[in-house]
């Protein structure tokens, strides 16, 4: 069955700290994968995307993440925490019927 | 340009009472896709389409029926609203050659 999973529902990091939100998916073929963020009563913003380029792809707000085939993940990173980036996180994969699932989020919470 | 824009933002329903939300975007998009976030459960697609006069169910399809007799919109029914469908909707599209999802921003809806 085609699934996403995040590792975590809820992160708490420092202030400066590094940022890292685990997703893995289910898959025989590399899908797209992709990184949305949730600000409070919004909707998703795009941070990055994999779409069979680089394995290591560059997002907005100073994220990226690398894809690893041999352990079907895809994890965010981003070095050094700051407290804009307290958000809810989603994992999203497609595959090729179409169809785009989520995981089902992990929030980020900064400490001062 | 409005993007995806979603009607109503709030409703109130009663148990078995029907309603239809509408999703419009003017970008042209191809796939359109309606999915519902709950607490805990990330986001979870119901129905989605990939182009005018065309529909597939997602994850969560029963208790919900869509349209799509024109390309810029997307409509959600709900023929007999049950409590367990109060939900934060949101509606998203993306072009065929893309694979960036644009979201609304949502409708919550309370079925009592």
């Known amino acids: 069955a085609q699934s996403v999973t995040q590792l975590g529902s809820h992160v708490s990091v420092s202030e400066g700290a590094l940022v890292l939100l685990r997703c893995n998916y289910s898959s025989s073929v590399p899908p797209y994968l992709f990184w949305y963020v949730q600000y409070p009563n919004q909707g998703l913003q795009l941070l990055l995307k994999y779409t069979s380029a680089a394995t290591l792809v560059k997002g907005i707000n100073g994220f990226e993440a690398e894809f690893k085939k041999s352990e079907t993940s895809f994890h965010l990173t981003k070095p050094s925490a700051h407290m804009s980036d307290a958000a809810e996180y989603f994992c999203a994969v497609k595959y090729r019927d179409d169809k785009i699932i989520f995981g089902k989020g992990t929030r980020l919470h900064i400490l001062p | 340009n409005a993007g995806v824009t979603q009607t109503p933002k709030f409703r109130v329903l009663k148990t078995g009472q029907s309603m239809t939300l509408l999703c419009a975007q003017d970008?042209?998009?191809?796939?359109m896709y309606w999915y519902r976030q709950d607490p805990g459960m990330g986001l979870r697609l119901i129905h989605y389409s990939v182009g005018e006069g065309t529909t597939a169910k997602g994850e969560v399809p029963d208790g919900y029926n869509v349209s799509r007799l024109k390309k810029q919109n997307f409509l959600l029914g709900l023929e007999s609203a049950a409590p367990s469908q109060t939900s934060v909707y949101f509606c998203?599209?993306?072009?065929?050659?893309?694979?960036?999802?644009?979201f609304g921003p949502g409708t919550r809806l309370l079925v009592l």
């Open positions: 970008m042209n998009h191809e796939y």
């Open positions: 998203a599209s993306r072009r065929t050659a893309q694979e960036t999802q644009y």
